[in-house]
């Protein structure tokens, strides 16, 4: 192998950001982590200028897309969903009855929450899980998108309130305060994630699926 042979791996997004000598250790930081950012430079220089200037200095393809991730949705087409997002899912035994949610990373399938089981219902599960997705996402300032393929659960986000008739009791505590405490984050807090509804019927089970049907 030559002398040029050798690259450095920028990671501006990933578990630990930072310049590395090979895709080994790169791979190790941005591998399952929804939305990397990184790219390999040939010359130590090249990257230590790339990761001071940061991700939006590096060359781009000419050939690129441009825009947000709806534009770029629009350009795929209907038919495709946006692999860099998370997924998420709720499961229940009974109504209500042991709930339990999960969020993934759409692209892999890694989970990257999960919360259960406690007593509830499915809808609410699904509720939680959209909200906990938007914060793990802020948290981290990521801005993909979230899918859910509960129209219910996303119109209980937008509104900012969980229309559930489960009555509130020693039982049913715990979730209420869960519920409480999401509704609460969504008012205090704003996001510019997407929302988007996971088409089953084009794409099959949401990523997150629990596979109990």
Known sequence: MGKNSKKYYVVWRGNKEGIYGTWEECKQQVQGVPGAKYKAFPTLEEAELAFKNGWES??????????????????IGPSSYIEESISVDAA???NPGAMEY??????????????????????????????????FLKQREMDVPIYSDSLTALKWVRNKKANTSLKRNKDTEQVWILIERAEKWLKD?????????????????????????
């Open 189 to 213: 807090n704003d996001y510019k994630n997407q929302l988007l509804k996971w088409e089953t019927e084009k794409w099959g089970e949401v990523k997150a699926d629990f596979g109990r049907k």
């Open 102 to 135: 999960k969020g993934v990373y759409t692209k892999t399938g890694q989970v990257l929450f999960h919360f259960g089981p406690i007593l509830g219902t499915n809808n609410i599960g699904e509720f939680l899980a959209i909200v906990h997705g938007l914060g």
């Open 58 to 75: 590096r060359p781009k393809r000419s050939q690129k897309p441009k825009g947000n991730a709806q534009q770029t949705s629009k350009l």
């Open 92 to 94: 229940c035994s009974g």
